[in-house]
């Protein structure tokens, strides 16, 4: 199916980026979920999500994110996002994602926030 | 204006500016009902942030539908509408999204917030404010009948 | 397959794969339509280029409604479905485009050729025989109650 | 709206460059034909359609763009069309345009064959 997010993740010293393309659901927040704790017990210090490939984003999904940066600010580690949509960045202010996660406009500048420590 | 009217000249004439689509209870529908959504924006040359709004609140109250509503006919009806209030007003998109289902009065569901959200367990519960911060104007009706959002955005 | 199922568990689950569509007699409506059938089509994956022809045939189908059908009730019904004729079978892409018009005797339709097109003054008339070209199998029934054509595409 | 068709016009020499963007119904079709007369009474020897930008051109349409294949071949002109999707290069074929008409895959090629007399 066309519509279901395929997730890449890459990995540059103790940050992860994840690159997101389609929609995100329950489904694809899930699948977020896991590969982001697999890199967390792996070593990774920083998380930067780039939804630069997603139009949209469900409330279902956005919860399952804000476990994922809860989880995340429990390891003392870090999570940004870059790359968003308007709506999309709307809608994370809206639910306080963005009271708690970084929000950057490209990947090149979360990858500097994290490097410095946010 | 005249311009584009001359442009659509049927849907003029008629008045008639309703599209209704019938999707079934089934997971990823939302996302084939938003195409339509997205059609009927860009046939008033809405632009298209907003119309990624309409399309991500029309994705909630289908998920609702799906998720809460137990329908009695496995489906959701969508109604798309473009208007207008009145000659110089902007063109607007309304969206109607109708379940059979259970019904739930609305006025009693909790409004969350960012610091429940992070403090608590529970994570979910945002659909509808969700709904009402990015439509311009949001009516619930619902009963044993079901259930009835009419929303609508302005372009 | 089995990974594609768990991907739309409710879908597989209703075996219930039908989106219905209302368009109004509208200019432009029938590209408004595309987006519809275009989403479902992506649904199955089908190939961009096979979505193509899909929305095409629609297109014709929909404006012979509009132009010759004059429909009692000013609309056109679609319906668009996915399936599959067993489980090892491809997937296939279902439109029916259904209007409550004059009907019209289908066999009598003179069977247009480039060469009388080219040499003669009737440019027209090439609608169905694209919509036959187009798709796999196409069915059309018809009579006072109006017309309706069954069209259908393998992925 | 968005899906009506736009229509560029470039001159070049005495070939025409016409570049359609959008859907082509009886009202696309109608304005290509008012330029394509336009340029041949203006001098315009060749005319080349290119509908990159084009993904439906329904069968009145096309009928119309016969009509302007048949005044330009009164003419003595030339018609060619470029960057057709695969649907619209299958609905020309079957409706005979690509029997009287030239299809070349590129502009540039259509440029190059209608310079030395297709
Ligand atoms: N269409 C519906 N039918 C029945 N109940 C609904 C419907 N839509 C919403 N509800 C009720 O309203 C509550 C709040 O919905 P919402 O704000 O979308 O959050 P969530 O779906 O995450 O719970 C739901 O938990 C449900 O009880
Ligand atoms: N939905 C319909 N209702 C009534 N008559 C129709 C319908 N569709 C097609 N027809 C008839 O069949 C003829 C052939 O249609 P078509 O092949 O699409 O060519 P065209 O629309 O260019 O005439 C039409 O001229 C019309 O008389």
Known sequence: MSESCKIQVERRGDVAIFQTDGYINNQGGEEIARQAYAQIEGGARALVLNLEKTRIVNSIGISILIEVLEKVMDRKGVLAFCSLTPTIDKTFRIMGLAQYAAIYPTQDEALRAVATGV | ?155
Chains 1, 4 share one sequence.
């Open chain 2, 1 to 155: 204006m005249g311009q584009r009217e001359s442009a659509r000249p049927g849907l003029e004439r008629t008045g008639n500016r309703e599209v209704s689509l019938t999707i079934p209870v089934a997971s990823d529908m939302e996302i084939v009902a938003t195409a339509q959504v997205a059609a009927m924006g860009e046939y008033i040359d809405m632009p298209h942030d907003k119309i990624d709004e309409v399309k991500l609140a029309l994705v909630e109250a289908c998920i609702n539908a799906f998720e809460h509503a137990h329908t009695r006919d496995d489906r959701v009806h969508l109604t798309f509408r473009v208007g207008r209030d009145d000659d110089e007003g902007p063109d607007f998109l309304e969206v109607e999204v109708f379940d059979q289902g259970t019904g739930f009065d609305h006025e009693i569901v909790e409004v969350p917030t960012p610091e429940k959200t992070f403090a608590g367990k529970k994570k979910r519960g945002w659909g509808l404010q969700i709904i009402r911060s990015l439509m311009d104007s949001v009516a619930i009706t619902s009963g044993e009948w079901g259930t009835r959002i009419l929303m609508r955005k302005y372009k």
